[in-house]
């Protein structure tokens, strides 16, 4: 059920350090416009009138090339607790596949994977069962899996449009543990950064501690997992460094002082917003001021927990729990730093005090999917509208095949740093078949130029052994895989591999294919 629509859209954006700031620039936007069209209706032939227009229209469209971004992306989120159980089948209504506009991101954040000692050990030797069913559903789509993190039961994945993957730079990830004194990590948060084209964007996925009595240990834990965590970003150290952070997962606040039977009373009528000032998230927001830097779309869903299994039936065993929501999705864009009178260093804003390269969130929807019971956590979904100007939209890397390419003879291929990085001797370049999964799924690889790091808009060509490459044809595309940046900067266009005359010698393929004959 998703009563969410037609409600207000929560939009905020990193040029002030609130909406009402963006607020008051489209308001005077809109009395640059309203002076511009008084200027036309008074407009006379004399120089003055077209000097007032001439004015009114720069200072408008000075506001709308400061105020409104260039570029829409829209991120596909999901928190859910799975309570250690396998995957459905069919997660087409979880990820809402064939939604318009596309999705350009999918960010998924679990809680409570199984992870027995067995299980875990197997897991980090081959891809987890969900890892598998989000890449099998997402790779036919064109999405490759741009990361991943998991620490136990905690698990969080990254995937984007192959188009994106040569703008998605500096990945990094980290973790920390909270469960039994900082020791286990059965409670914790994963944390999972890059940038956006070129836009510094942190994800933080947590599970906190469990009960009715423990909301400000929940607060305390949160606030030790964004003071422990850091990454090697001289730009962005910490989460809270980032221009947007989005927080999430199983939080495990829960509503106070009602009984279960207003509660289960409320839900069943609709009227959730009795229960809005006993969530304890919302309660400690009004007490801590670094809450309430994060927004929240309203919760017109029903509470997420805690549900007997395949079913939509709130828990009737024995320990009776009251339901609540435990599983949220919360953002923060980056308060705007006061600058200080002495402040001699460069600014990326520009002389009006706006940031040059803005970034607005909206969030569209925040729902549950009630539909799947595997666990007793139904999950959560949030997707947001991020409006940004790319500071940059050249691919670091160029990268082509040259020639026919078949197993029947040696390959070539050529790459170009188009722009300098911290290139490594390490670096190579993988051969994908269109529809791959992840930057290690590819069929073959080669090192890249081994003697000497390349210099900048030099055309370096490599050989491709023929018993490396596919003996059956297809489509294919090469990328360049940096270890520096742990990310692709560079992808080929879909180019055609050819069947090898011995695949059909051996019987692989018809004869004929290609013009080939046994």
């Given at each position: ?58 200072e ?19 928190t859910?607790?799975?309570a ?9 209504s ?8 596309p ?97 510094m ?20 834990e ?35 002082d009602?009984?279960l ?14 229960l809005w ?35 939509d ?15 949220r ?8 730093d ?15 005090g ?16 009630m ?11 949030a997707?947001?509208?991020l ?25 070539v ?36 130029r ?6 900048t808009?030099?055309?370096i ?23 520096n ?6 992808l080929?266009s ?25």
């Open positions: 059920m998703d009563t969410f629509t037609g409600s207000l859209r929560l939009r905020s954006d990193s040029m002030s350090s609130s909406a009402s700031q963006g607020s008051r620039s489209k308001v005077l936007l809109r009395q640059r416009l309203a002076q511009l069209l008084t200027c036309i209706e008074d407009l006379s032939s004399d120089d003055e009138a077209s000097e007032e227009v001439s004015r009114s229209l720069d408008a469209f000075q506001l709308c090339g400061s105020y409104i971004p260039t570029d829409a992306f829209r991120m596909h989120m999901v859910w607790n799975v250690t159980a396998e995957p459905p089948e069919d997660i087409t979880l990820l809402q596949l064939d939604v318009q506009p999705t350009d991101l999918y960010v998924i954040g679990l809680q409570e994977v199984s992870s027995s000692p067995v299980r875990f050990i197997s897991d980090l030797l081959v891809e987890d069962s969900w890892s598998h069913v989000f890449m099998d559903t997402l790779a036919p789509r064109g999405f490759i899996k741009v990361t991943s993190v998991r620490m136990q039961g905690l698990l969080l994945l990254v995937f984007a449009k192959q188009v994106h993957l040569p703008y998605i730079r500096d990945i990094q990830t980290t973790y920390t543990r909270t469960g039994i004194f900082g020791y286990w990590g059965n409670k914790g948060g994963v944390s999972v950064r890059f940038s956006f084209y070129g836009h964007v942190c994800f933080l996925n947590c599970h906190l501690a469990a009960h009715m009595n423990y909301a400000l240990q929940r607060v305390d949160f606030e030790y997992i964004l003071e422990t965590q850091d990454f090697d970003i001289s730009e962005s150290p910490n989460v809270l460094d980032h221009k947007v952070v989005f927080w999430f997962g199983d939080l495990n606040f829960r509503i106070a009602h009984g039977h207003f509660l289960r009373s409320s839900i069943n009528s609709g009227r959730l917003n009795l000032s006993k969530d304890q998230l919302l309660m400690m927001k009004k007490k801590e001021a670094f809450l309430q830097e994060f927004e929240e779309g309203p919760l017109n869903f029903k509470p997420t927990y805690k549900f007997a299994r395949n079913s039936t709130y828990d009737t065993s024995g320990k009776k729990r009251k339901p609540a929501w435990t599983d999705i919360l953002w923060r864009i980056k308060p705007k006061l600058p200080s009178e002495d402040d001699e260093k460069a600014s990326t804003c520009t002389d009006d706006q940031d040059e390269y803005p970034i607005m969130v909206t969030q569209d929807k925040y729902t549950s999917d539909s799947y019971g595997v666990s007793d956590h139904k999950p959560v979904i997707t947001f509208s409006e940004l100007r790319k500071c940059f939209d050249t691919p670091m890397v160029h990268i082509s095949p040259v020639g026919v390419w078949s197993a029947d003879q040696d390959a291929l050529t790459y170009t740093v188009q722009e300098d990085f911290m290139s490594s001797t390490w670096d190579w370049i993988g051969l994908y078949k269109v529809g791959f999964k992840s930057a290690s799924d590819y069929e073959t690889f080669v090192w890249v081994e003697n000497e790091l390349p210099e808009n030099e055309v060509q490599i050989s491709v052994d023929k018993d490396e490459i596919p003996l059956l044809g297809g489509q294919y595309v090469l990328g360049y895989y940096s270890t940046m742990q990310s692709i900067l560079g080929s879909n180019f055609q591999i050819l069947e090898s005359k011995r695949a059909v010698m051996e019987g692989l393929v018809p004869e004929g294919i290609n013009g080939i004959n046994k």
